[in-house]
């Protein structure tokens, strides 16, 4: 059964950096390709960014460009998002979830489409903050 865990999360002042992980499980992310979401209090799910199952096509929310990286090691079945200069608004819920290749394969209950790609796999989320 596939699975996606999401860690690296915390509290971290403005500035700030961290490191979000989402390890999968239950199959291979070789062949998917993986979105970064996040989600505050009383706002919609919003893509932050994603990348090709190759790794060589990325997308990321204006909001994030030049302060995100998202990144890949397919070896380790494990997608990163690199997270510099956070700012307070940063602050939110973050998930990952997998593109759905059709005829809901991954779907956990919620689509979200985004840069082309439609995401229905979610891990369970890790919570970032961002505060002085």
């Known amino acids: 059964q596939l699975q996606l865990v999401e860690s690296g999360g915390g509290l971290v002042q403005p500035g700030g950096s961290l490191r979000l992980s989402c390890a999968a499980s239950?199959?291979?992310?070789?062949?998917?390709?993986i979105g970064w979401f996040r989600q505050a209090p009383g706002k919609e799910r919003e893509g932050v960014s994603c990348?090709?199952?190759?790794?060589?096509?990325?997308n990321y929310a204006d909001s994030v460009k030049g302060r995100f990286t998202i990144s890949r090691d397919n070896a380790k079945n494990t997608v990163y998002l690199q997270m510099n200069s956070l700012k307070p608004e940063d602050t939110a819920i973050y998930y990952c979830?997998?593109?759905?290749?059709?005829?809901?394969?991954?779907?956990?209950?919620?689509?979200?489409?985004?840069?082309?790609?439609?995401?229905?796999?979610w891990g369970q989320g890790t919570q970032v903050t961002v505060s002085s």
């Open positions: 979830a997998a593109e759905d290749p059709g005829e809901g394969k991954y779907y956990s209950g919620y689509y979200l489409t985004v840069w082309g790609r439609t995401f229905g796999s």
């Open positions: 239950g199959f291979t992310l070789d062949y998917t390709a």
């Open positions: 990348i090709s199952s190759s790794g060589g096509s990325t």
